[in-house]
């Protein structure tokens, strides 16, 4: 007999981590959705039935297993629902399994009953463990009274009852504490992939952010293109890169003419939307070049790198970037050669080389840009 009670528990305890294995993202308990608890009290009535197939006969009738501890750890863990369902489907199984007898029916009347008074018992605010322990003491009462009715052998019943007593206390106790260690083990897994998850979300809003501030410290804060840092980088990587083809890459500088002179007659606010006019003409107006790259220089002084463009395209790009600012018609009654914004322009082109580097490039491009002004302004010089 204590062979078949033990054969019983190793199976509750062995459930148990299964269902917790199962369910471990859907936790019972008292406050749980309503589906979870269907699922949990179908899954302990499953189990008493399991257990039932492994009983110990004591007579052709009467058969005695661990079935009520299922019914106890629903209804300790989940309240009257999973209680309920679970004693319900090992009533049913009860006399389904083993035939319908007198003895079968009283005992499935019993299962339910034990269902129902530890259901309710359930809701008392009792220390749990104590609370596991009566609701222990329920089902046994009542096994107790189908084991009175129905085994006539007083010695028989006492050996049943003292060896049923015994193993399902003991066993009621390690399988309710199983189950607690089962939930709370799932539990800190959830928290702790609850944990990795909002650690991901933040790592990953931090690198959205430093890339965002990567990208902003290579822009220019008033007009958006490129700054001097971009440019820098840009020009330095495309040498490089330029230098294995054999391609050629051209600069292009220009500044406003007479700026200060502007700022001083319409203010530096003025100046401001003076320069984000102009560069955003100058942008459109490269929109559609996969080659260019347009920086703000400093100041007032802009550089459009073009790669694999030779000078005589280059050119003809300066020549439509000065009709476009023109075209933009910005009064500047204080400029000393056009009522409007001009600009000057220089530009130079060279294949890069080893002999060379990408500040012979700027020195050559920043004196055809002075060359300019020194000639008038307004107008385009390359060597």
Sequence with gaps: MIKEFFSNTTI???SFTVMGQIFKNRPLHHSSSMSTKLYWGVCYGILGNILMLFSFQINPTTIADLRHLAIVVAAAFGGWVPSIIASGLIAIGRIFLFGFTDTAFVAAISAFLTGIVCGGFSKLKIQPT??????????????SIVFALYIKNINTLLNVLFSHYL??????????????YIANSNKAVRELNLSLIKLQQSEQKLNKANEFLNRLSYLDGLTGIGNRRHFDEVLNKQWSSLLLTNSPITLLMFDIDYFKKYNDTYGHLAGDQCLQII??????????NPYSTFCRYGGEEF?????KTKLDKGIAMAELIQ?????L??????SEIADIVTISIGIASIFPSSKTQ???????????????KINGRNRISTI
């Design 358 to 372: 990408p500040n012979d490039l700027i020195h050559i491009a920043d004196t055809c840009l002075y060359t300019s």
């Design 323 to 327: 009709k476009k600012v023109q075209a």
């Design 329 to 334: 018609d910005i009064a500047h009654s204080s």
């Design 12 to 14: 509750l305890i062995a």
């Design 303 to 307: 550089a459009i790198i073009f790669t």
């Design 130 to 143: 104590l609370k596991a322990f009566f609701m222990n003491l329920i089902g046994l009462f009542f096994i």
């Design 167 to 180: 193993i399902s206390l003991i066993g009621g106790f390690f399988a309710y504490h199983l189950s607690i």
């Design 279 to 288: 560069t955003s003409a100058i942008r459109d107006l490269l929109a559609n």
